[in-house]
């Protein structure tokens, strides 16, 4: 988990710079060897940069070396700018944000550190967080860092058999949650829903409590109270990843990178429209953001809102904008560029997964005037090589094409493992595609050699011969339509002509279908099932075009169960309540 981080640092960092090109022409090796060194503080040095074997799910980086990852965000800064901010705590409550120090929090992590070592917790134990993105979350999961513990950072969106689900697969002796939690004005009672969590997880010894609201809750034997510290205002760089800390951006570009660098990191605890669809804009402005990283799916709910939301408040503050999570549609990439940034800021279609760690494709670092193109992640970072295979395994070697994205050589905040599951690792990463890191997405590599992903690849259809991926045809179709949820559903093996599917989507545009249309492979739906990081739930949609709906299986990462029902009533609509072929 560590060194699973140690690539976010360096994304981060060059984020932060404007002219690499120097670098570029260093040997990987090189490159990451002298960043290890140089950017992180080792306990031990390392004796070999890297030593990996794709057949073999071998991934092994700097070998001998040995670090912790909490030093290195906290103590480092500590001896030298005990003072400066490292995190912004936008609270829900609008304009009550709070700042806390590098010494604050390496002060609250120590303390939760020693607390989790009394009650029993040791090195490579794993500890479940149910909480919101909050200070105590961050210094709940450096402190397991610290302790050399595992962290299971779970959503506190998640249902109790969600999150027990996750607490039985980690075998975690300890849950750390809030008594509530607070979003866009709701009370959630987070507590209740982990206690019901742990009658089913006999593994549960304690349940640490901290007071996110002051209304008391019932506590039992198992539990144990935390208080909260807290204070201290600075002025200072504000790196605002809108993410939940539950989701793979909240952990690498809320947490690890930014504090590993010394910079000062916004939490997000609210929703984008709460109060009102300025809030992401007036907490740019309050608490002077420069970097701001969001997803696409926030963007596109924003622009359904109109501009003015955006130019009540200030943003001169604002350096770059980032987007994340899914591919960003032509409209709402113009829309974040033109309005938000005021066509100052560059915007950076920033390609990555949990797997990888951290960016690894993204229109920068690269000169500061190269050029952008709207949409398209464009550029592998330094030390990523992709590479497109067709379905024969063949390498696609020529520029104007699309295949299964791979990755040919290794990088050291790639995934090493999967917990209790070596062989899955082996089998979905590296067994499809024989030496190559299988990402499961497809791509398209430009005339220019510019990547654009095109979507999931189970997703992929082919219409005359080319394969064309979800992105695209939504992205036709939400300009076209002006809607803001779009959803294609391909049906698996279709083959389609180009002119039919031109028709098709002549038609729907022609007819003015906002809500629901249905040429035979298409859907375009109200509101859609999404998790919480904003990723359509493809597979439960294909259910319902399927006629599956009696087993939707895993719900548990849902933003809005009622989504779901909204999407079966509308394709119920269309076709009737009976099997069509
Ligand atoms: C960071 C994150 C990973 C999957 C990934 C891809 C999709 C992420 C994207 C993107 C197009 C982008 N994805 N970023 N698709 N353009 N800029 O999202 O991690 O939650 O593991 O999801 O998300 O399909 O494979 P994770």
Redesign the pocket.
């Known amino acids: 988990m560590l060194l699973n981080h140690v690539s976010t640092v360096f994304t981060a960092y060059l984020w932060q710079q404007t002219s690499f090109h120097d670098v570029v022409a260093l040997e990987i090796e090189t490159f990451w060897g002298a960043l290890a060194s140089q950017r992180l503080s080792w306990i031990s040095p390392f004796n070999t940069v890297q030593n990996c074997n794709f057949s073999q799910g071998k991934i092994k980086w700097f070998e001998g070396g040995k670090l912790n990852v909490s030093v290195n965000c906290l103590d480092r800064h500590v001896h030298t700018c005990p003072e400066r901010v490292a995190l912004i705590w936008e609270r829900d409550e609008p304009g009550t944000e709070v700042k806390f120090t590098y010494r604050e929090l390496l002060e609250l992590t120590c303390r939760l550190g020693n607390l989790l070592k009394r009650l029993g917790v040791r090195r490579g134990d794993c500890v479940t967080l149910y909480m919101p993105s909050c200070p105590l979350a961050v210094a709940s999961m450096l402190a397991c860092a610290r302790i050399g513990a595992v962290h299971n950072v779970v959503f506190a969106g998640f249902s109790a058999e969600a999150l027990a689900d996750r607490i039985r697969d980690t075998q975690s002796s300890t849950v750390i949650t809030v008594n509530q939690g607070v979003r866009g004005g709701k009370v959630i009672d987070l507590k209740r829903t982990v206690d019901q969590a742990v009658q089913n997880c006999p593994s549960v010894q304690q349940v640490l409590v901290a007071m996110r609201t002051e209304n008391s809750v019932a506590m039992t034997d198992r539990d144990v109270p935390l208080e909260e510290y807290v204070f201290s205002y600075q002025d200072g760089d504000v790196f605002g990843c809108m993410a939940d800390i539950g ?3 909240g952990h690498s570009y809320g947490v690890y990178g930014p504090l590993c660098n010394g910079g000062t990191t916004v939490l997000f605890e609210s929703t984008p429209v709460y109060p009102d669809p300025g809030r992401y804009w007036e907490t740019v402005q309050r608490l002077g953001i420069s970097q701001f990283y969001g997803a696409p799916t926030a963007i596109r709910l924003l622009l359904k809102y109109g501009d003015e939301w955006v130019q009540k408040y200030d943003r001169s503050c604002l350096k770059t904008l980032g ?6 549609n032509r409209e709402a990439w113009e829309w974040y560029h033109r309005v938000v940034g005021g066509g100052r800021c560059p915007v950076i ?7 990888t760690g951290g960016i690894c494709i993204a229109p920068r670092p690269s000169d500061p005037d190269a050029e952008i193109i709207p949409g398209m ?1 464009m550029r592998p970072f330094y030390g990523i090589k992709p590479a497109l295979l067709d379905a024969k395994g063949e390498v696609l070697h020529a520029h104007d094409s699309t295949g299964a994205l791979c990755i040919s050589m290794a990088w050291p905040g790639m995934a090493r493992t999967i917990h209790n599951d070596h062989q899955r690792f082996i089998e979905t990463y590296f067994q499809p595609y024989p030496g190559y890191f299988f ?3 497809g791509a398209y590599c430009s005339k220019e050699g510019y990547y654009q ?1 095109v ?2 690849l189970d997703d992929v259809i082919n219409v005359s011969g080319h394969r064309l991926g979800t ?1 695209e045809l939504e992205d036709v179709v939400v300009c076209t339509i002006k809607c803001v949820y779009v959803f294609v559903v391909l049906k698996k093996g279709v083959e389609v002509q180009e002119d039919v599917l031109a028709q098709q989507l002549r038609e729907m545009v022609s007819r003015n279908i906002a809500k629901y249309a249905s040429p035979d492979y298409i859907q375009v739906v109200g509101r859609l099932p999404k998790t919480r ?1 904003g ?1 359509i739930m493809r597979r439960v949609l294909r259910k319902v075009v399927e006629r599956k709906t009696d087993d939707l299986g895993d719900l548990s990462t849902l933003d809005d169960s009622e989504a779901v029902h909204e999407v079966i009533r509308g394709h119920q609509r269309l076709h009737g309540g009976s099997k069509r072929e």
């Open positions: 989701w793979i951006t987007s994340v999570g899914e591919p960003i279609d920033t390609w990555w997964q949990t797997e992640a990402t499961g997405d992903i979507g999931r992105a990081s990723k």
